[in-house]
């Protein structure tokens, strides 16, 4: 029985076609289980931080399974509390809550902000913060909210202006929650100079500065942290993805006072902070860290935008975000076809709108392996010719 097949017996909701039954990886490169080879320049929805199957991120979930896998948060453990003084240096936090996802932490960012008193939560057009139905409801896809409402009550979507925030933004807004880039939306950019209006705006007002870096946290943007690059201090950062390099984990950091609008008992998670998953996380932060993979992230950025901009493809009309999260928009709805032909050829990529391609390769991708990528995607780009016919 094929992959697809069993795919349609045995699950449901996620669509199964185009389905390819990975097997192994090994850094940028997976193989299925008919043996083809793919250079994976999405790496799990940029969730792989240090490849597949590095020898750091194994030896820690094999050393730390060996040890104590799970305790519940009835008591700590010391990769917990590493990992949580690791995430304070890094980021210049106070406290921090964990999570097994970027959704479930965006949830405790949400009963944060109702901890203040308000209810409005202000968040933008296009954005993306999880599936669950808080999440949800302050995600600015309306495919996505609309066959789920009613949901909760009070987020407004503003469109990606420093004016559109002026005139939103009031004493009765509890938060305004926003990505530094929309990586959902095919890695679209803020507008220079907005997350520093914004985190102005909401200190004036009283409302927090939440940041969703799911996606671009740990390094991915060439800095640690994308806020980072823009001087600010927020309020609240949701983190996952990138920091656990593959094993499941949300991180919720809290900065100032902020850390004190939950008290314990508001809020909690069974598997949250577990030993296994922290242990791992401090293992691939510490080795993005000791290999300056955030500098490797920064320079291999560069090379494949300079690569694009060689290309002077006819149907690339622009190229957005920063170190390895890149955003390529096409001159119409061919992003599909172009990443179903990349599968094709042996290359991941993901339409992660009509007319955009997102790339979030690993940050531990080489030179060599830019040099494949555009061995093959000009291919891919060809299917931007038979879609229009």
């Known amino acids: 029985m094929s992959g ?212 671009t946290g740990a390094g991915r943007t060439g800095d640690w942290f994308a806020f980072q690059r823009d001087g600010i201090v927020p309020d609240l950062l949701a983190l996952a993805k990138g920091i656990g390099g593959g094993f499941p984990i949300g991180a919720l950091v809290a900065f100032g006072p902020v850390k004190d609008l939950l008290q314990p008992g508001d809020h909690g998670t069974t598997f949250g902070g577990n030993p296994l998953a922290t242990a791992t996380a401090n293992a691939v932060l510490g080795e993005i860290e000791r290999a300056d993979l955030v500098g490797n992230a920064r320079a291999m950025g560069e090379l494949i935008r300079a690569g694009l901009a060689a290309l002077d493809h006819p149907a690339i009309t622009d190229v957005s975000g920063r170190g390895l999260l890149v955003g390529i928009g096409l001159d119409g709805p061919h992003a599909g076809a172009v990443a179903t032909r990349a599968l094709e050829l042996g290359l991941i990529v993901n339409a992660a709108a009509e007319d955009r391609i997102r790339l979030a390769p690993p940050l531990t991708i080489t030179a060599a392996d830019v040099d494949r990528f555009f061995d093959l995607f000009p291919q891919a780009l060809a299917a931007t010719e038979s879609s229009d016919s």
């Open 4 to 215: 697809q097949q069993r795919f349609r017996d045995a699950m449901f909701s996620y669509a199964p076609t185009p389905l390819r039954v990975l097997v192994r990886g090994e850094g940028a490169r997976v193989w299925d289980d008919q043996g083809t080879e793919y250079l994976d320049f999405l790496a799990g929805i940029a969730v792989n931080a240090l490849g597949h199957a590095h020898p750091v991120f194994v030896e820690a979930v094999s050393r730390q399974a060996g040890r104590i896998a799970h305790v519940s948060n009835y008591f700590a453990s010391e990769p917990q509390l590493e990992l949580a003084e690791r995430l304070k240096r890094l980021t210049g936090g106070d406290a921090v809550f964990f999570g097994n996802s970027g959704t479930e932490v965006i949830e405790a960012a949400i009963k944060v902000s109702r901890r203040t008193g308000r209810t409005r939560i202000l968040t933008l057009e296009k954005s993306f913060h999880g599936r669950s139905t808080g999440a949800l409801a302050i995600t600015g896809k309306d495919s996505y909210r609309t066959p789920f409402e009613p949901l909760i009550p009070g987020p407004e979507f503003l469109p990606s202006t420093v004016e559109a925030l002026e005139n939103a933004i009031g004493p009765d807004v509890a938060a305004l929650v926003l990505e530094p880039i929309k990586g959902e939306a095919g890695a679209l950019d803020l507008p220079e100079g907005y997350l520093a209006a914004a985190r102005a705006l909401t200190a004036k007002h009283g409302a927090l500065l939440i940041l969703d870096e799911i996606q």
